[in-house]
């Protein structure tokens, strides 16, 4: 991506992490206001999860908000299960929220599991056991949570699904997340616009997903591949390895050491005598690992591929600045 594009992206995505973090705690008012029995009454399923949060309801979540913390805060404790410290989305999203919580007068338990899915488990479920009064819940594996989220609502406690859906719960009473499919939307137009293909000259290309446990990772597959399907169905791209489903270019926990392996095996399999044009990542960290790939196979700036990204992370940022 080119320098203007990216800080237009960049400072839309801190207005709807902004946004974001305002709506959350609306939300964690909302649920504690509600009390045990509404929360469980109000619980949306997963197959029918709340629509995410819009930029028009920011204004009256913001009032919300400000108008119900005192009743809503005195005493309580919310806590807050995060995935990773690896991501510096993560670490910013903990610290943000926990410090919008606590302006709010609550007490907030902010923890990281370090992708550990078992050790998330054990996590909430001391929360729950330590005298929670709402979770904020981002999931490393939503499936494994089922049984801990069951014990929250059992006790009435609110659970809010942050950034990443809950699957296959009833507990869940609100879900605050972004567009995720618009993400990928706009990763795929980006590429379509920029990479010069057409069938008479047309680019490779190798897709670098997110993370199979991840509801987040198929919407945004969902809405790269409705941008890049005209040009692989008419040959201006090529994926050459021809790992285009989902299944097979998932990276599990969005890992940036997986991705470079994959990206090492593509090269050496695909592309030992022809240049990969596009790598097409979900996640800057992704992003990383395919650049230390290519650097080790020799790429240059003469040429260098077509990366793509999303988190705006500071050092994506750097590397977009210096071409």
Same mark, same amino acid.
């Given at each position: 991506?080119?320098?203007?594009?990216?800080?237009?992206?960049?400072?839309?995505?801190?207005?709807?992490?902004? !946004?974001?973090?305002?709506?959350?705690?609306?939300?964690?008012?909302?649920?504690?206001?509600?009390?045990?029995?509404?929360?469980?009454?109000?619980?949306?399923?997963?197959?029918?999860?709340?629509?995410?949060?819009?930029?028009?309801?920011?204004?009256?979540?913001?009032?919300?908000? %400000?108008?119900?913390?005192?009743?809503?805060?005195?005493?309580?404790?919310?806590?807050?299960?995060?995935?990773? $410290?690896?991501?510096?989305?993560?670490?910013?999203?903990?610290?943000?929220?926990?410090? $919008?919580?606590?302006?709010?007068?609550?007490?907030?338990? !902010?923890?990281?599991?370090?992708?550990?899915?078992?050790?998330?488990?054990?996590?909430?479920?001391?929360?729950?056991?330590?005298?929670? +009064?709402?979770?904020?819940?981002?999931?490393? %594996?939503?499936?494994?949570?089922?049984?801990?989220?069951?014990?929250?609502?059992?006790?009435?406690?609110?659970?809010?699904?942050?950034?990443?859906?809950?699957? +296959?719960?009833?507990?869940?009473?609100?879900?605050?997340?972004?567009? +995720?499919?618009?993400?990928?939307?706009?990763?795929?137009?980006?590429?379509?616009?920029?990479?010069?293909?057409?069938?008479?000259?047309?680019?490779?290309?190798?897709?670098?997903?997110?993370?199979?446990?991840?509801?987040?990772?198929?919407?945004?597959?969902?809405?790269?591949?409705?941008?890049?399907?005209?040009?692989?169905?008419?040959?201006?791209?090529?994926?050459? /390895?021809?790992?285009?489903?989902?299944?097979?270019?998932?990276?599990?926990?969005?890992?940036? $050491?997986?991705?470079?392996?994959?990206?090492?095996?593509?090269?050496?399999?695909?592309?030992?005598?022809?240049?990969?044009?596009?790598?097409?990542?979900?996640?800057?960290?992704?992003?990383?690992?395919?650049?230390?790939?290519?650097?080790?196979?020799?790429?240059?700036?003469?040429?260098?591929?077509?990366?793509?990204?999303?988190?705006?992370?500071?050092?994506?940022?750097?590397?977009?600045? /210096?071409?």
């Amino acid at each position: 991506m080119n320098g203007g594009f990216h800080q237009n992206v960049k400072e839309d995505l801190f207005m709807k992490k902004k !946004l974001l973090s305002v709506l959350m705690s609306a939300a964690v008012v909302a649920s504690l206001l509600a009390g045990c029995g509404a929360a469980a009454g109000t619980a949306a399923p997963a197959a029918d999860a709340a629509p995410a949060a819009t930029e028009e309801a920011a204004p009256a979540a913001d009032a919300a908000a %400000d108008t119900a913390a005192p009743a809503a805060s005195n005493g309580k404790k919310v806590a807050v299960a995060m995935p990773t $410290q690896s991501s510096e989305r993560w670490m910013h999203d903990g610290a943000n929220m926990k410090e $919008q919580l606590e302006a709010l007068g609550y007490e907030v338990d !902010l923890q990281y599991a370090e992708d550990d899915v078992q050790a998330q488990v054990s996590q909430i479920e001391n929360m729950i056991a330590a005298g929670a +009064n709402c979770l904020v819940i981002a999931a490393i %594996d939503s499936d494994a949570l089922v049984n801990v989220e069951a014990q929250a609502k059992d006790a009435g406690i609110p659970v809010i699904a942050y950034d990443r859906l809950l699957m +296959n719960t009833d507990a869940v009473s609100y879900y605050a997340t972004f567009d +995720n499919k618009g993400v990928g939307t706009k990763i795929g137009e980006y590429i379509v616009q920029h990479c010069g293909a057409t069938p008479d000259a047309p680019k490779t290309i190798e897709l670098f997903m997110g993370s199979p446990d991840d509801n987040n990772a198929h919407m945004l597959y969902a809405g790269l591949m409705e941008q890049i399907q005209p040009l692989l169905d008419d040959g201006s791209l090529v994926c050459k /390895s021809g790992q285009l489903a989902f299944d097979d270019n998932n990276t599990l926990r969005w890992d940036q $050491q997986t991705a470079m392996k994959r990206c090492e095996d593509l090269l050496t399999r695909y592309y030992a005598d022809e240049d990969l044009d596009i790598c097409a990542c979900a996640y800057d960290g992704l992003s990383y690992g395919c650049m230390s790939a290519l650097e080790g196979a020799g790429y240059t700036d003469a040429n260098w591929p077509l990366i793509t990204g999303q988190d705006a992370e500071l050092m994506a940022t750097k590397h977009i600045i /210096s071409g």
